[in-house]
């Protein structure tokens, strides 16, 4: 697997891959990767014949009083996983290779960044969609492949995407889960023992607005108010519980089988999202 820290490192390399007619497929990463992360790389083989992951936490997406310092980091495990998994390169970047001095420019997808995470997190979205528009040109791959756990970064970069008109096929992948229901996140790494006991209580309400969906009900606040209990049961204080449209994401006054419950919630100090689809596919692992 081949080691990049420098943009001319990807385009001699990128180069390299198109004069051979191969199909190219990037997958952006923040690193300290688990298993959601890999099941991205072991994606992006299925659809490409050589896969690129880029392990870059990008300053541009923390809030002041975020925890860009803290964010946990692994450069050589990382590597040791992303070639374990089949990746053909790992771009690892310093901010200054992304972002030269007097930096002035940034995307910003207006609608679908309000909202949600992007009215907790001021200027994350800005922050996402810069970088991501920064790597698609900089390796233009054929695919680009990221997870429904972000599920509002994936819809901002799906609309970046073909709003720039970038060539690039965006790909979303789904969650992939602890054996007890937990979203896999380079942040659960933060939560101490007894926190990561109650952790699963997001995605236990989400499973309770599934069940009560399946049931009939269509009321957006009972819906809601389900996923609500377990939080409160388990002490998680929330950041928000929404019902969007899943492809709009646009408030639902009704709930139907393509409506998305989507909830960020804090567990001590830690911040965890997790999403469903209420008349989505059930998912195991
Ligand atoms: P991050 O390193 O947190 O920026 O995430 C990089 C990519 O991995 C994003 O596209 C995430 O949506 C995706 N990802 C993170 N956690 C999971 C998970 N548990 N399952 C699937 N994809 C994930």
Redesign the pocket.
């Known amino acids: 697997m081949i080691r990049l820290a420098t943009v001319p490192e990807v385009r001699t390399l990128v180069a390299e891959w198109r004069r051979a007619s191969l199909r190219v497929a990037l ?11 890999l ?2 790389v072991r994606e992006a083989k299925r659809r490409a014949s050589r896969v690129a992951v880029s ?1 870059f936490v ?1 300053p541009l997406q923390f809030g002041p009083n975020e925890d860009l310092a803290r964010y946990p980091r692994d450069l050589e495990g990382d590597v040791a996983k992303c070639s374990a998994a089949g990746a053909d390169a790992v771009f690892h970047p310093e901010p200054a290779e992304l972002y030269p001095p007097g930096f002035d420019t940034s995307v910003e997808v207006a609608r679908l960044a309000k909202g949600l995470c992007g009215e907790r997190r001021p200027g994350h979205f800005r922050g996402v969609a810069t970088v991501v528009t920064k790597l698609l040109v900089l390796f233009s791959p054929d695919v680009a ?7 509002q ?2 819809k901002i ?1 799906e609309r970046l995407a073909l709003d720039l008109g970038l060539p690039t096929e965006i790909v979303g ?5 602890e054996p007890d229901g937990l ?5 659960n790494a933060y939560l101490s023992p007894e926190e990561r006991r109650g952790a699963p209580c997001l995605r236990e309400g989400l499973l309770a607005a599934r069940r009560l969906f399946a049931a009939g009900e269509r009321d957006v606040e009972k819906l809601r108010e389900a996923i609500l209990i377990p939080l409160a049961a388990n002490g998680a204080r929330m950041d928000y519980v929404e019902l969007r449209d899943r492809d709009t994401l646009l408030p639902e006054r009704t709930a139907r089988a393509t409506t998305i419950a989507l909830v960020a919630a804090f567990i001590g100090r830690t911040r965890l999202i997790d999403n469903e689809i209420l008349g989505g596919e059930m998912r195991v692992g």
């Open positions: 997958v952006p990463t923040m690193g300290a990767l688990h298993g959601g992360h099941s991205l392990i990008n492949v990221f997870g429904r756990k972000d599920y970064q994936l970069v992948a789904p969650i992939v889960r979203a896999m996140s380079s942040r």
